[in-house]
C-alpha cells in the first residue's frame, strides 16, 4: 500500500489567499455536482475539487436557464412583461408579479385598491408555504430521508389547489397585475382553504417529528455551513439565511409592504446559523405563513374593486424614472430595479434575487472542507434557486 | 428622511443630481472619483451596510452607462441609490470587492452582459451566465435580441398574419374606394 | 414525423455557419491533454476529449426478428417508461407531484432515475438553453436504447414565450429526436400522465423510432447542433 | 441529540393505516373552474380586431381570413379575419381574453394535449372545431375587468337650459387632456376604416392626437377629408358604429377626435401643412353646386393643377351644410373656413349663379373639359295628405334655409313636426329656439312613423330634443292637416302604426285607425325626405340622359351616360355630407383619370 500524504495540509494558501490547487499533482480531483444532479436545486452546478472526500474549493456555475428575461422585458410593452415575469422563479413566481406590478405602480402613479392589497398578500402567503414545503422535503432528501418529500409535495399540491381555484393556474399564476389582481376570492374559498391550512400543520408536526426530531438529521445539520452574523452584511445575506444567524432581517417588519403592517408578525429568528438552524427558521415561518393567511382572511375587506383603472395598456407609457420595489420571499430579499424613460417599454428592469448572494459568494465560502456527501444538504440549506441568479 | 440625507452628504461630496423618490428610497448622481469614498461614507457613518444590488442601465443615446449601486439601511429602513455614468467608449470601472465580496458576482456580470469591465475584481472574465458567446454582450442596447433569434434558431414555419385594416380594404374597397 | 423530417434533411443549406463572424474558442482548460502525476508517482499523459469518451457513432437498432417477439419487448418497453432526472427547464417542477403520493406515476411503471445509463425516457422540461442544450445532448447521448424523447410545454415546439430570446432554442426536433410533444406552460401532472400513456401506445405500436431516426440523420443532428453551440468542445458522440 | 431524537421518527409508521392520498383517476381529472385551459372563440361575435394579436407577448396569434366559414364574411365592422393560436408560444397568460373587445375570446378549463407532430398545435378556436369548444367553465374575463377604459370622455356641452334661447355651438370640444384620454382607449385595429365612407385614416389620426402631434394629424385629415372641421362637428360618425369598442362599452369618440384636431392647429398654418396645388394642367371643370361633393371635388382637381369653376345659386357655399344644418350645431365660421381653404387652392367661385337662368349646361359644357353636377336634394317631399297643401304647411328644408339665410321668422305658439329623421330633428329644435325666444315657451309635437328603436335620427339628436321639450310621438302616421272653416290650420291628425313595410319589404305602411290622435299646433312641418331640382337641367340634357327611378344614372365613378358631364354628392348617394365627400373624391379621381388620358391622346 502506497503512502498517501496527510491531506490536511491541503491545499497550500498561496500569499493572495487563493488556494494553491495543482490538478496534476494527483491529491485532488474535479468533481461535477450537477448540472443533472437529484441534489441539487433547480438547473446549476457546483464545480468541486475535492481533497479526499473534502471540498476544498467549490465553484458555482450558473446560466444554464438564462432566458435573458432582462432584455426580453426591454421590448415588451409593461403589460406584456406582465406574463413573463413570474417565470424567473418557479417555486414562488409571485414574488415577481407582486414586485414588477408594485414598481409599475409606482412609476405610473396607479392607485392599488385596498381590497387587491389583502388578496396580494395573500397570495404571497400561500407561495411562501408552497416554498418552504417544497424547501423541507429537497432538504431532507438532500440528507437521505426520502419520505418527508412524499408528504410535503401532497401538502403542498394541496395549496396548489387552493392556488388553481383562485388564481386559475398551478405554477405561474398571472394573477397579480399592475393595477391590482384579476379576480375576487371565489365562493366558498376561506373555508376550503383552513382545510388545507389544517392539513399542512397536520404535516408539518409529522415533519417536526420526524425530521428535526431525528438523530440522523441533527448530526448531519448541525454545525454544517455555520454563517457568520458578520457575513450577512457583507454577502448580502438576507431571509430565514440571515434571520438563522440572529440578525432579524424580514423586509415585511423591516419595510412593510402590502398590509403587514395590519397584521401580526414576528420575524423568527435562530442563533446557531448551521443548516438545522436555518431548516427550522423556516419550518417556523412556514407556521407563521400558515397563520397570516389565516389573519388576512378573518381581516380582509369583503367588498370592493380588486382592480384599478388602467390606461389603454396596449399603448401604456410611463413618464421616465427609475425606482426599486423589495418583498421577503421564502428565500429573502426579492426586488425590482425598474427604470422607465417615458416610452410604452422598460428601459431597464433588473431582478434582485436572494440566491443571486447566496448561490454563488455565500456558497463557495461556505462550501470549502466540506464532505462531499453533505454538498447536496449544505446547497438545499441555502435554500437557492438558480433562475434568480442568471435570470 | 432622504433630502436630510442628501443636505448632510452634499457638503462632503460633489454630488450630481438627486431624485427622491419615496419617503424610504433616493438616487443620486456621484462622479467616478467620489464613488468610492461616498460608498465608503455610506456603508461606515450613515448605516447602508446592505449592498442590495449593483446593475448597469444602457443610455445608449446619451452614449453612457449608468452604475447603480443600491444601499439598504435596514435599521433606519431606508434606500439610496447611488448612480454613476460611465461613457460607453471608456467601460473601465474601479472594482468595490473589497467593500462588499459579494460585488464580484455582479462585476461579473456586467462585464459580461454589458462589457464593463472591473479590473482585479476577483474571476471578472470568467464565463458567468453565457457559454461560447461570440456576439456583442446582449444587455446592450444595440444588440437586437429577435433578429439575433430569428437568425440562429430555425423557427417552426407555416405562420402568416393579416393586418384587418389592410385586410378588409383588399376585399372591400381594392381601389381605395367602394361603391356602398 | 419521420417523412417530414426527412423533407427538411432535404432542404438543408450546406455548411453550418451562418454567423459570419465567429471568433475562435479555445478548448477549454480541462480538455487539453496533460500529464498526470498517479499517486505512486508514476507519470501519464491524459488526452480527455481521447480517452474519456468513444469515437464511434450511434447505431440503428433493428427490430426482433418476429414480429411476436418485437411486440413483447415493446410491451415490456412500455411498462416501464424510466425517466432521467434532469429538469432542463421549469416544466421540472410539475414532476415532483408525479413522483409522490398525489399522482404516483410509480404505479404505471413510471419512475425516475438519476443516471442517464438508467434511463430510457428523456422528459425535455422546456425551454433549453444552448448551455442546457448541450447537456441535454450529452445526457441523451449517454442514455441506452431504446430511448425516447418527450417535449413538455409549448417552448419545445415553437419557443414558447422565449421565442425571441437569444439564449434558448426554438424548436426540439432540430436538435434532438422528439417522439412526442405535451403542450401547455407549464404542463399539468394530469396532461403529463397523458403524455406519457400516449408515448406508451406509440411504443407498443413500434412508432416511437426516435432514437434510430437519430442514429439515421446524425450528421444532421450534429451540424444543427453545431451550428448553435458556438464552442463545441466535446467529442461529436458522447456514448 | 438524545433518545428521543432516535425514536421519534417512528412517528411516521403512523400512517401505515392511512387511506392512500392518490387520486384513484388522474386522465379524468377536471381542472378548476377558472382554469386557464385551451381557448374558446365565439366567431359569430368575434369582429377579427386582432387587439388578441396586439397584446400576445408571446407572439403566439395571427389573424387569419376563415370568411364562409358559419357565415364569417369580412364586411363592415367584421374584418372576416379570426385569430389562430400557436400552441408552440402561448403561454396561457389569457391577456387576449382580457383584451378582447367584443368578449368572444375566452378559455375553457381543457388542458391536455398531446401530439407527435409538432405542427399540428395550430388552431382557429371556434372554427377548427375541438372537443373543449363547448366546456362549460373555464376562464371568462371577471366582470369589471378591463384593461381599456369602456367609458367615453363626456364631451362638455351646454345644458339644457342654457342652449334653448340662442343658436349658440352646443358643442364645447375636448379639452388637450381629455381628446388624450379618449385617443388613449383607441385600440388601433383599423376596423372602422373600411366603414368610413372616405376612407379616412382614423387610427392613424387618433395616435397623432394620442402623440400630440397635431400638424401631422390635420394632415392625415386633409389629404382624405378636406371637410374636416364640418365633419368634426356634424359627420353621421358611421365609423362610430362599427367601432371594435362599441361592443362592451361606449364606441371611441371618433368624431369630436377630430374635430380636436383642427381646433388645436391655428388655421393660419392650414395651408402650409395640406401643401400647394401641382402646377397647372390647363384643364379646366366646372362644378354646379357649392356643397360637400362639389366642393371636395374642386379641392381635389385644383390640387392636382387642374382650373375649377364653381358655380352656387346661393349667395354662399357650403350647401346643406351652410343652408341646411343649424348653427347650434355647424356655426357659419367653420364652413367659411372650410371653404376659404378650399378657394385658397385656386378654385373660382361663382355665387348667386343659377343654372338655366343664368347661365346654361350647354354653356358649360363649351367652356370646360368637363362638368360636374352636384346640386344636392333641396326640394322637400311632401306627404300629400289631406290638407298639406295649406299654407301653414311647410317643408323643413324651405324653413331650415330661411333661417340660416338669416330671415326673422314669426315662429307659431305650437308646432307640429312630421318625421324621425335628422332634419326633423333639425327643425324642430330650430324653432324651439325660436319659440322660446318670441314666446318665452316650447309647444312643438314631432310625430314619426318608426317606433323609437328605429328612428333614423342620430339618438344624440333624439335625447337633445327631448331636453329641448321636444314632444315626440312615434309609430305614428299622418292622415290629415286638419283646417277650420275660417282655413286656419288647427294641427295633425294621426293614427297609430301598425307596420311600415308590406311583407316584400315595400313601403305600404298600415295603420290602426281605432287609435286616433289630433296633435294641435298652428303650423305643420313636413320632414320626410327631400328630391333634387333636375328641373334646371334644360329639356335637352334631360332628354339626353339616362334615369333611374328619378335619379340621373351614373357609372360607379359618378360619369353619367353623357361623357363629359359627371353627378356627385346627395343627388346620387342621398343625403349625407361624408357620402357626398367620397362621392366627391370618387369623381374628381375618375375626371383626372379622364383629363390625363386626354393629355395622353394629345401627345400622341
Redesign the interface.
Known sequence: MAEYPDRSQYPAHLPDGSCDIDLSSGKYLKLWQGPNHPGITGNMSVELTVCGDEVVEGRTHVGYLHRGFEKLMERRTFIQCFPIVCRICVPEPDFNEYCYAAAVEELAGVEVPEKANWIRTLILEMGRVNSYLMYLGGQAGAFGQGVIGQWTTYARDLMLDRFEELTGARIYHMFILPGGVRDDLPEGFDQRMEETLREIESTLADVHDTMFRNAVFKKRAMGLGRVDPAWVDEYGVTGPVARAAGVAKDVRSDQPYLVYRELDLEPVIAHESDAYARADVRRRDLLMSVDLIRQVLARMPRKGPVMATLPNVLHWKIPRGETYVRGECSRGEYGYYLVTDGSGYPRRVNVRGPSYTHAMALLEKLIVNVNISDVAGLLVSLHTYPPEIER | MMQSLYDRLKDRFNLGEFTGRRADLAFVTVSREQLRPLLLHLRDLEGFTHLVLLTAVDWIEDDTFQLTYLLNDRARARDIGVRLMLPRDDTQMDSIHDLWPTAATYQRELREMFGIDFPDSPRVNEDFILEGWVDIPPYRREFDTLRFARETYPERPGRETHDPATYMKQQLYPDGEDNG | MKDELDKRLDNQPDGPERRGSLKDIPVREELLPRWVKGPEGQEYVVEPLQDYFCQAGPTVQTPAYTRIIEDLFNWARAESLWILGFGTGCGAIEMRPLMTPRFDAYRYGIQWRPTPRQANLFVISGYLSVKTLKRAIRSYEQMQNPKYVVGLGSCTINGGMYWDSYNTIKRLDDYLPVDLYITGCMPRPEALLQGFDDLKKLIRAGKAEGANHYAEHFDWYKANQKRVIKDWDMPDYSW | ?SV???L??F??WK?LFRD????KD??N?E??????GFHQNDIEKCI????C???C???A?????V?GVDGVQ???GD???RPRI??????????CV??CMTGSLSMSNA?????????K??YIPGVDKKHWDDYEHG?RR?E??????PERIEMPELEPGERIDSFAEIVGGYSVEQAR?EA????????C??TC?T?MPI?EYISAV?DGDYEAGLKLLYDSNPFSQICGKICTRRCETTCAASHEGDPIAIRWLKRHITEQVPFERYRAIIGEPAAATGHSVAIVGAGPAGMTTAFDLARLGHKVHVYEAQSHAGGMTRYGIPEYRLPFDTIQREIDLIVSMGVEMHYNTRIGADISMAQLQQDHDAVVLSIGLWLGRSTRVPGSDHRNVYKAVDLLRRIRDGEQLQAPKSMVVIGGGNVAMDIARSMARLQQQQHGQIAITLTALEDKSHFLADPVEIKESIEEQVTILDSRGPQECMVDDQDNLLGLRTWRVHSIFDENGRFAPSYDDGDEMVHEGEWVVEAIGQMSDVAILGDELTEKLDWNRGRIQVD?DGRTSESWLWSAGDMVRGPDVVHAV?DG??TA?SIHAHLSALDKQENA
Open positions: 441529540m428521543r431524537d432516535v421519534s421518527p412517528a411516521a400512517h392512500p392520498v392518490s387520486i388522474p386522465f381529472r381542472a378548476s373552474e377558472r382554469y386557464r377579427g380586431c386582432g387587439t394579436e396586439a397584446i407577448q408571446n407572439g396569434i395571427d389573424m387569419l381570413p370568411s369580412t364586411r363592415p374584418s372576416g379575419l400557436d400552441y408552440g408560444r402561448c403561454c396561457w397568460c389569457a391577456l382580457d383584451v388542458y391536455k394535449w398531446v401530439e407527435a407532430d409538432p405542427d398545435f395550430r376562464y371577471p369589471g375587468h378591463r384593461l381599456n377604459a384620454l388613449d382607449r383607441c385600440v388601433t385595429c383599423g376596423i376604416v373600411a365612407p376612407h387610427p394620442r360607379e367620397a373624391h370618387r379621381r
